[in-house]
Nanobody, 125 residues
Framework: QVHLVESGGGLVQAGDSLRLSCAAS????????LAWFRQAPGKEREFVTHIRWSTGITDYAYSVKGRFTISRDNSKNTVFLQMNSLKPEDTAVYYC??????????????????WGQGTQVTVSS
């Protein structure tokens, strides 16, 4: 199992940028995909973006496409989420998650067996 620790959340204004980090440890990520999910108060946890560690192939939820970018640093076993043009509706707790690439659809929370503790992102209008 992979141990994940997120950092980088905070309070920003609409239009600002923020970068989240997720440091992974515990095993090789060669056959893993890492993702960011988010959960707003009273709502279900939703998929934001995913990156396949070995190839760097990415995918995004429609709501963040063109504004958010996921990337990885292989040497540091760290994945980043660069968030630009933030909107109040982006306010949520953001979670980093890891899964085997053989676990099924990466947009579903139940395919992930490792989760970080979450980091709060608040965007004021």
């Amino acid at each position: 199992q992979v141990h994940l620790v997120e950092s980088g959340g905070g309070l920003v204004q609409a239009g600002d940028s923020l970068r989240l980090s997720c440091a992974a440890s515990g095993r090789s990520l060669t056959t893993y995909g890492l993702a960011w999910f988010r959960q707003a108060p009273g709502k279900e946890r939703e998929f934001v973006t995913h990156i396949r560690w070995s190839t760097g192939i990415t995918d995004y939820a429609y709501s963040v496409k063109g504004r958010f970018t996921i990337s990885r640093d292989n040497s540091k076993n760290t994945v980043f989420l660069q968030m630009n043009s933030l909107k109040p509706e982006d306010t949520a707790v953001y979670y980093c998650a890891a899964r085997s690439v053989y676990s099924g659809n990466y947009a579903y929370t139940n395919t992930y067996n490792s989760w970080g503790q979450g980091t709060q992102v608040t965007v004021s209008s």
